[in-house]
């Protein structure tokens, strides 16, 4: 079994309201606890920001269903890296949606999602990853 992490951000094709985002967390949390992927979920209007972890294949597959789903567009590959450990374990889908002005360092990435190499922003979305995990993020 190799250990996979995925990134991607994409655009909201719609307006999500509180209601839409509850409903859209609690079906991400069942799929992904039936097929064994972690991660998280990050909304700021109108981006979208997720970690999938898991067995590659299935993250690649997951990757490629998202992908389809018309609620958003463009989206963007901005990691993949081979894991050692998991660094949601226990998280089906951890969410927050988020106010670009308390996060500090990340405003500029995170409302203006690029689109250079994921290679230029490793250690960046690293880091997010681990200040996200450990709440110091917000």
């Not at 951000?9 to 949390?29: A, G, V, Y």
């Not at 606890?33 to 700021?44: D, F, W």
């Not at 920001?49 to 590959?77: A, C, P, W, Y």
């Not at 995170?110 to 110091?136: A, V, Y």
Request: charged content about 30%; aromatic content about 12%; hydrophobic content about 35%.
């Amino acid at each position: 079994m190799s250990l996979y992490c995925l990134v991607y951000t994409s655009i909201s094709n719609q307006k999500f309201s509180e209601d839409d985002l509850k409903k859209l967390l609690h079906k991400s949390r069942f799929k992904n606890e039936s097929i064994g992927v972690t991660g998280l979920l990050l909304y700021l209007d109108p981006y979208f920001l997720q970690v999938l972890e898991g067995e590659e294949h299935i993250v690649n597959q997951s990757f490629h269903e998202i992908s389809k789903d018309i609620r958003h567009k463009k989206i963007t590959l901005i990691y993949r890296q081979p894991l050692e450990k998991l660094k949601f374990p226990d998280w089906s889908m951890g969410f927050n949606k988020a106010d670009v002005t308390t996060i500090d360092g990340f405003s500029a990435f995170l409302k203006q999602p690029s689109h250079e190499s994921p290679r230029n922003f490793k250690d960046e979305i690293e880091e997010l990853l681990d200040m996200f995990k450990h709440e110091t993020l917000f």
